[in-house]
């Protein structure tokens, strides 16, 4: 017998984005959708597929799920994003998973979408996150950004990828670049004493031919070499914030 989980989508205006995901998981047994009060559509969607809607006030990422996660229902847990997508493969996969689960958590490999394109490198390849997990088992670590998750047991690996479209255009790629920049220097702030040229010139330098040459993204042609620039640059703001933030204090 297959054990049932709750399936958690944070939200924030996401009526563009959340019936296909909602499509995906409606074989679940509960889904819990956490948003942090939208102003469009989202909520009268999700509410064709849940009655179990909760508001809270975002702060980051890891400290929005840590909130929802206890909240689950079931012992597995399963949080998505309403711009992911679970193709059928993986559902199958997820559901067959639970029948006989032998680890606390379990990763899940994504393909990554920007620009209309899958990008297969610019540091995007073997992305693999935890996204199904024991509720009572595993927590986020308190970071702004990139925060892993802390289990107390085993953690397993799930073959099938899920899709994320993260950026539905330029525009959107540079202010959650700006946003995660702003978070990345209270993560670094406490680590990083003084901020020299060498914050603001090498180490964005470095990001650019990380992305760009090690990482492999001149493979995905303009898209790579657009990536690559964009994450030198929210490592140059990063830099820039610690800078504005002490300078404020």
Not at 5 to 16: A, D, G, M, P, R
Not at 53 to 63: F, K
Not at 95 to 118: I, V, W
Not at 243 to 248: A, H, L, P
Request: charged share 25%; proline share 3%; hydrophobic share 40%.
């Amino acid at each position: 017998m297959r054990a049932a989980v709750t399936v958690i989508i944070t939200t924030y205006n996401e009526s563009l984005n959340i019936r296909a995901i909602l499509e995906n998981v409606k074989w679940a047994e509960e889904i819990m959708i956490v948003d942090s009060f939208s102003t469009d559509d989202t909520l009268d969607i999700a509410r064709e597929y849940t009655d179990f809607i909760v508001q809270h006030e975002y702060i980051n990422a890891a400290a929005q799920k840590n909130w929802a996660i206890p909240q689950a229902t079931h012992d597995w847990v399963l949080i998505m994003d309403a711009d992911e997508r679970l193709p059928a493969e993986l559902q199958a996969e997820i559901q067959q998973t639970l029948e006989a689960p032998d680890k606390s958590a379990y990763r899940l490999r994504l393909h990554n979408y920007f620009m209309g394109k899958r990008v297969r490198y610019s540091g995007w390849q073997n992305d693999t996150v935890v996204r199904l997990f024991k509720r009572d088992e595993c927590r986020y670590e308190e970071k702004y950004v990139h925060a892993d998750m802390i289990t107390q047991g085993e953690i397993g690996e799930l073959q099938h990828p899920y899709l994320h479209y993260t950026y539905r255009d330029m525009a959107h790629f540079l202010a959650k670049m700006e946003r995660y920049a702003r978070w990345s220097a209270i993560d670094y702030a406490p680590k990083t004493p003084r901020v020299t040229l060498y914050h603001l010139w090498v180490k964005p330098a470095f990001r650019f031919f990380k992305h760009y040459f090690l990482k492999l993204g001149f493979l995905d042609g303009k898209v790579g070499f657009v990536i690559s620039k964009i994450m030198a640059w929210g490592v140059f703001l990063r830099y820039i914030n610690i800078i504005e933030q002490r300078n404020n204090i």
